[in-house]
């Protein structure tokens, strides 16, 4: 939504006002902040770092023939692999894969934030359940993600209880985290045993082999993607990487950088489950999922890839960058655009909702560079930002 520089400035005065906000985000950087220099310095993480921003780079001289390429492989994988130019193209198959009656489940994925994907089934009646649990409180507050990997980053556990009493009617104390928590898992789980398809992001695709990975540590992607007869990944033509090798590389980084040590779940996903275990014969379905389906989104990151916005399509969505934003740190999710926020957020919001979204949300960029030095793929984030200010820039 294209917002005018003055309702910018408003809106992160509000913000400034939030309270509720302001503790969330402040309690979430303080925690990153504890950990991440004892991951960063690791030698190994230094070295990941270096090998996942070189690929980046290659990634992006390459994007389209990498792209292509990973839907040939999975097509031959047995997965119906689709390229949707725009937002509406991606909901156009959607529509056809799922029918209108079905339970879905989903796990995170700011692709489908981009397409709107939430509320796109549920007007045509699907009942539809976020199995993320920050996504999960979002989805409770219908509102946008604060934060790339933590989405409920600004709702403090005070508001979280407040959202699951009216949610579960039932009393919670904001310091009872495993109530909360034990709550949420078993009326997803509910949800996910019964659902009919599961929506999963990316973290990588493998132009070669045709795989999908995908990093997590609640174990949520790998219910919603195995349990449902119907697997639907929904990712984007910037996340296709040569070799199932580099995708399990860069999933790693981008953990490592969104502040754990190590990642509960790794998971490679090439085709819809399967068992050879009667005479060597292959039988579909086994105990994962029936159908698999891959959508690469574009939404403007091809035209991108040829722009001053080039730099910005390296970002392996790790947040971190946002976790050390200043900026960020007083006003949250009201600095940014439709779906990312945040120094990357204005240039992403550039890449997919076009450059007169992102000009007014990029004078507010202290330029400080915070962002530029955590940065795994080496982006020159505020560079980009400083292009986007420029009255040139059209
Ligand atoms: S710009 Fe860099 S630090 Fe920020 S989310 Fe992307 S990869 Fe991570």
């Known amino acids: 939504m294209k917002r005018s520089f003055i309702e910018v400035k408003k809106a992160m005065y509000s913000a400034l006002e939030d309270t509720y906000m302001r503790t969330g985000v402040g309690r979430g950087m303080q925690n990153y902040a504890e950990k991440y220099e004892g991951i960063f310095s690791r030698e190994d993480v230094q070295q990941l770092k270096r090998e996942v921003s070189e ?100 709702i403090p556990r005070e508001e979280v209880a407040a959202l699951f009493e009216k949610q579960f009617n039932k009393k919670f104390s904001p310091d009872d985290l495993e109530g909360m928590v034990a709550t949420a898992r078993n009326f997803l789980r509910d949800k996910i045993a019964r659902a009919d398809t599961g929506i999963t992001g990316a973290n990588a695709i493998s132009a070669r082999e045709g795989t999908v990975v995908t990093v997590e540590n609640e174990g949520n992607i790998r219910l919603t993607m195995t349990m449902p007869r119907k697997h639907v990944v929904l990712s984007s033509v910037e996340k296709v990487y040569p070799s199932t090798v580099d995708c399990v590389k860069a999933a790693l980084t981008q953990s490592y950088f969104a502040g754990y040590d190590k990642p509960t779940y790794v998971s490679l996903t090439s085709t819809p489950s399967g068992t050879g275990d009667i005479e060597k014969v292959m039988v579909r379905p086994a105990q994962g999922s029936k159908e698999m389906y891959v959508i690469l989104l574009d939404n403007g990151r091809l035209d991108a890839a040829s722009s001053f916005l080039s730099d910005g399509l390296r970002c392996i969505k790790c947040g971190a960058c946002q976790l050390v934003c200043p900026v960020f740190s007083v006003d949250g999710p009201a600095w940014g655009g439709d779906t990312y926020t945040a120094a990357i957020g204005i240039v992403w919001t550039a890449i997919v909702e076009g450059v007169d979204s992102a000009k007014p949300l990029s004078y507010f960029c202290l330029s400080c560079n915070a962002c530029n030095e955590v940065c795994p793929a080496d982006i020159d984030i505020s560079g980009t930002i400083r292009l986007l200010k420029s009255s040139k820039v059209k």
């Open 55 to 154: 690929l980046r780079r290659h990634v992006l001289k390459n994007i389209e023939q990498l792209y292509k390429q990973a839907i040939e492989s999975l097509t031959k994988n047995g997965v119906y692999a689709y390229y949707a130019k725009t937002r509406q193209d991606a909901l156009s198959i959607l529509d056809k894969i799922i029918q209108p009656h079905e339970l879905v489940v989903k796990s995170k994925s700011l692709v489908g934030e981009e397409i709107g994907v939430r509320d796109f089934l549920r007007l045509r009646g699907n009942e539809v359940w976020e199995t993320d649990l920050g996504e999960f409180i979002i989805q409770l507050k219908n509102e946008k993600p604060a934060q790339m990997v933590a989405p409920a980053l600004h």
